[in-house]
C-alpha cells in the first residue's frame, strides 16, 4: 500500500511551542504534499515538496523529506490556537496519475 | 470567493433512498475528485475525472456512481445508501493531474437513518 502513516497521531501543546508531525510511505513517489484539516471541514493544501527537494519552507511552516527513509515531516513553529486541526499528509503514486493515497493524520490541539 | 461548492453541507438519507450530493467549481479545473472520509480517517479516494474521462477506484462500492454533465459540476450518487455509507464527502478540483495541488471544497456530511 502506497498509504502514509503519520505520527504522533494526537499533539498537545502549548501556545507560542513548535509541533513536528511525521509522515512515512511504501514506495517511491513523485511528490508528497501536506494538508490541514479544521473539524469538520474540507482540506487546505499547505505544501507540495517533490521528490528531488529536500526542505520547503512557508511562513511558519517548515517541511523535510527524505526519500532514503521515506519520510516527511512537517514542523510549525511559534504554533498559535488557530493552528489547531489534523494534519495530513499525501503522496502521489508515480504509476497512477491523480491518485493521492492521504495518511491517517495527526490532530494537533494548541492550548491558548 | 468560494473555489469549490459542495451542495448541500449536512444532508440527511433514509437506508435505501438514493442520494445526490453536488459538486461545483469556479477555477476551470480538469479534474475532480470525490473523497470519502469516515470519522478520524483519513479521505479515500472514490473516483476522478479527468476533463470526461472517468476513473473508478478498484475498491469502490457499485453503489457510488458519478456524473460530471460540464467542466463546473460533479455531482456523486449513492444508489442505495447503507449505514455504512454515512461519512464525510469531499470533492476536490486539480488542474491537471501530476504534481498539482488538489483544492477541496467544505464537504457534506451524510447521515443515513
Known amino acids: 500500500s502506497q498509504q502514509g502513516e503519520e505520527d504522533p497521531q494526537a499533539l498537545s501543546i502549548q501556545e507560542g511551542e513548535n509541533a513536528t508531525m511525521n509522515c512515512s510511505y511504501k514506495t517511491s513517489i513523485n511528490n508528497l504534499q501536506w494538508y490541514r484539516q479544521n473539524s469538520g471541514r474540507g482540506l487546505v493544501h499547505l505544501i507540495l515538496i517533490r521528490s528531488n527537494e529536500r526542505e520547503k519552507h512557508s511562513g511558519r511552516l517548515r517541511v523535510t523529506l527524505d526519500t532514503s527513509k521515506k519520510s516527511s515531516s512537517l514542523l510549525i513553529t511559534a504554533s498559535r490556537a488557530a493552528d489547531t486541526a489534523s494534519y495530513f499528509c499525501a503522496t502521489e503514486d508515480p504509476l497512477y496519475a491523480g491518485k493521492s493515497t492521504f495518511g491517517d493524520g495527526t490532530t494537533l490541539t494548541v492550548k491558548p | 470567493d468560494a473555489m469549490v461548492i459542495q451542495n448541500p453541507r449536512y444532508q440527511v438519507t433514509q437506508f435505501g433512498k438514493p442520494v445526490t450530493l453536488s459538486c461545483s467549481q469556479t477555477?476551470?479545473?480538469?479534474?475532480m475528485y470525490w473523497y470519502q472520509q469516515k470519522s478520524s480517517q483519513a479521505p479515500k479516494l472514490l473516483f476522478h475525472y479527468y476533463d470526461k474521462d472517468f476513473n473508478n477506484e478498484a475498491d469502490t462500492p457499485d453503489n457510488f456512481q458519478s456524473r460530471r454533465p460540464n467542466t463546473s459540476f460533479c455531482f456523486l450518487d449513492i444508489r442505495s445508501p447503507g449505514l455504512g455509507d454515512a461519512a464525510m464527502y469531499l470533492c476536490?478540483?486539480?488542474?491537471?493531474?501530476?504534481?498539482?495541488?488538489?483544492?477541496f471544497g467544505p464537504g457534506t456530511r451524510l447521515l443515513v437513518l
Open positions: 477555477l476551470n479545473h480538469n479534474v
Open positions: 476536490a478540483t486539480s488542474r491537471d493531474l501530476a504534481e498539482e495541488t488538489q483544492y
